[in-house]
């Protein structure tokens, strides 16, 4: 039987994909990029935003609707809240939380019977299982990236935020299984591999004096590459700034194959804001951090975090928001509108900032961000730099790259056999998020 799945959300969720991928396959089902010919169709949602949930329904009626002209079994995972937990159980066949992914052959198998699996609504807190579901060897979709899961769930709560309520609390994983996966795939020639968690910099910590904490598996894997002798990448994500410690920043600096990329979640430039958000950090906290890894790694790149519109944000604060802004001069931020999500606190809160007010504060950072990233990639204009060549870019005859601090870079060349290797490019131009460059080494047909 052929099965597809589509995946919404975030990083981890993509990581999930991999891990639904083996287990399927393994159980003798045959994947198809076309919807329409599977038997069996997942998906793997995101009740973070409203957006990603309305995907879902849309979806989902699709697939309902065919039904009567076909045999087919619809199941959902990933970050649910409870309320759209239980309202998907009338939408789909199965539901499953991820911890149970090895028993998903088995309820498709049985669909049809009820059993516990299928009536139980709700997310564990304390993640029970969590390690067969780890213990899964993913299905890896590229030759050359690869998504890691260092932890699963979270403990700060932000009043905004619906993971507390769709993976539970914080469960970090076995040092020594996220380090033999880290072997394997450098050992397989993969150049970027990325650690995730919902808040990475946290890992261990629910588990004091068992296991490693954050900055010593950062540099477990820095001895590891020095041992390996391979040239490889890095990176993690997300990282909270109330755990984030100067001996974080110092190890990345220590070893080459840490990236020297730093996504450092702001939320917003405002005190009170961070406060009615539950943050646990301000700004004199975060500005410490930056400061840090301006001093100690002054060529890393940094990314954040910001929501826009959070409730009662006064044009006042959002100022606040954009004087960070000129003040930290991000390389990136992926800004996000707010929108109430059931369960988590602020959703009791009046959602009072007019939607078009959100649209224009998005707008307004967005082209702060533009500000200030184009004198930034002007100042790279005639160096070389490293580039990890991602697949062909949308400029016809060239191909797409990322620099080590995950700036994209684009060249020409039409050989896809460099996709995947490392490369020297020398930046030629620049604009405000991108940067176009030669290759150095013409080491393939060009």
């Not at 239980?86 to 149970?100: A, N």
């Not at 909270?240 to 600096?253: F, G, K, L, N, Y």
């Not at 996000?336 to 009072?352: E, F, K, L």
Request: proline share 4%; net charge negative.
């Amino acid at each position: 039987m052929k099965y597809h799945v589509v995946t919404l959300g975030c990083q981890m969720n993509m990581s999930d994909s991999e891990r639904v991928i083996s287990v399927l396959d393994e159980a003798g089902y045959q994947w198809t990029d076309n919807e329409e010919e599977a038997g069996v169709i997942g998906i793997l949602a995101c009740s973070v935003r409203q957006k990603a949930i309305d995907k879902v329904y849309s979806r989902i009626h699709k697939w309902n609707k065919w039904k009567n002209n076909k045999n087919l079994v619809t199941f959902i995972s990933g970050c649910i809240l409870p309320d759209d937990h239980e309202k998907f159980l009338k939408l789909f066949d199965i539901t499953f939380q991820m911890k149970d992914l090895p028993e998903l052959p088995k309820m498709i198998s049985s669909y049809g019977i009820t059993t516990p699996t299928h009536l139980n609504v709700g997310i564990d807190p304390h993640n029970e299982n969590i390690e067969d579901f780890w213990n899964v060897q993913p299905h890896y979709q590229s030759n050359f990236e690869a998504f890691i899961p260092i932890q699963n769930g979270c403990d700060k709560f932000c009043t905004y935020c619906a993971v507390p309520y769709t993976r539970g609390r914080e469960v970090s994983r076995p040092s020594k299984d996220i380090i033999a996966e880290v072997a394997l795939l450098v050992a397989q020639g993969y150049k970027s591999i990325t650690l995730l968690g919902q808040n990475v910099n946290s890992y261990g910590l629910d588990k004091k004096g068992e296991e490693l904490t954050f900055p010593q598996l950062l540099r477990e894997i820095g001895e590891l590459g020095k041992r390996m002798n391979k040239e490889f990448w890095l990176y993690f994500t997300s990282p909270h700034p109330r755990d984030m410690t100067d001996e974080v920043i110092e190890v990345i600096a220590e070893y080459p194959v840490l990236g020297k990329q730093i996504h450092l979640p702001m939320q917003s430039g405002d005190d009170k804001v961070l406060m009615r958000m539950n943050r646990k950090h301000n700004m004199e906290k975060y500005r410490h951090i930056v400061e840090t890894i301006r001093r100690i790694i002054p060529q890393a790149t940094l990314f954040t975090d910001v929501i826009v519109g959070f409730t009662g944000e006064t044009e006042e604060q959002f100022e606040n928001t954009r004087k960070a802004f000129d003040e930290f001069k991000f390389n990136m931020s992926y800004t996000a509108i707010y929108s109430p999500r059931p369960g988590a606190t602020s959703h009791r809160w009046v959602d009072d900032v007019p939607l078009e007010e959100k649209k224009r504060r998005l707008h307004q950072l967005t082209e702060d961000l533009r500000k200030h990233n184009l004198p930034y990639n002007e100042s790279l204009v005639g160096q070389t730099v490293r580039v990890l060549v991602r697949g062909e870019d949308r400029k016809e005859g060239f191909l797409t790259s990322y620099t080590e601090g995950k700036l994209t870079i684009r060249f020409a060349c039409t050989d896809k056999s460099m996709i995947g290797q490392f490369a020297d490019v020398k930046i030629t131009s620049a604009s405000d998020f991108s940067l176009e460059g030669e290759l150095v080494e013409v080491v393939a047909s060009c």
